[in-house]
């Protein structure tokens, strides 16, 4: 659960599909909307100003799109969660976003009490993605060639277990605790993992742990 009310900040160009999520959010008593935004310029000085624990952006607006939003608050040093909110399921627009450190990727078709529940999720440190889109992630990841097993990568034990953490859901902060180690090292040891594996984000990295690391041990 959410310890508590979470600041959340929204960035779309579609007034009607801001107020209907701010209803939803309003609903749950965990979000408190600290600012929205019709464009991405007024979004990043917003997100700057009042440094919310949450960001919902939109991916394709009139002025840029969300991708440039969603580099420039992971550019800074906020530790704003940034999840996309879009009509978009291209393979390319999920990939591209995760890989410039999106926390997630709603669709929004999706039903509200599933809206609401991805997005406390978020909150609470998972990646979430719809549904309908896990394929399409694995499809693309499949294209490239990686490493099969975490020897041929490289990985050392503990890099390997951090990895399997993530691959179960959990943030860095959790993570550091659960290993009693700090989460400042938990991140070096991402970036390592990332590095060895060839990829760019840690959703991608619990997608590879997923479908070569944790089936191999149950299948």
Do not use: C
């Not at 999520?21 to 749950?28: V, W």
């Not at 530790?79 to 995760?98: G, H, I, K, Y």
């Amino acid at each position: 659960m959410i310890p508590s009310q979470q600041n959340v900040v929204i960035v779309d160009d579609h007034p009607l599909f801001r107020r209907g999520l701010i209803q939803l959010l309003d609903a749950t008593g965990l979000f408190r909307l600290t600012g929205e935004a019709a464009n991405g310029q007024d979004g990043i000085e917003l997100v700057k100003r009042v440094r919310p624990d949450l960001l919902l952006l939109d991916l394709n607006m009139k002025d840029m799109s969300g991708i440039e939003v969603l580099k420039a608050i992971k550019a800074t040093d906020l530790d704003t969660r940034v999840v996309m909110v879009t009509v978009s399921d291209q393979a390319e627009d999920l990939v591209t976003a995760l890989r410039h450190g999106a926390d997630g990727y709603l669709l929004k078709d999706m039903e509200p009490e599933q809206m609401v529940e991805s997005i406390e999720a978020a909150a609470n440190g998972r990646v979430m993605i719809s549904d309908a889109l896990t394929h399409l992630l694995a499809a693309a990841l499949r294209k490239g060639r990686r490493p099969d097993t975490s020897g041929e990568a490289g990985l050392t034990e503990q890099e390997t277990r951090i990895l399997e953490l993530i691959a179960g859901g959990l943030s860095n902060k959790v993570i550091g605790k659960e290993l009693d180690i700090a989460e400042g090292t938990v991140k070096v040891h991402v970036k390592h993992i990332l590095r060895k594996l060839g990829l760019r984000s840690r959703v991608e990295a619990a997608v590879w742990a997923v479908e070569r690391l944790l089936k191999g041990r149950t299948g």
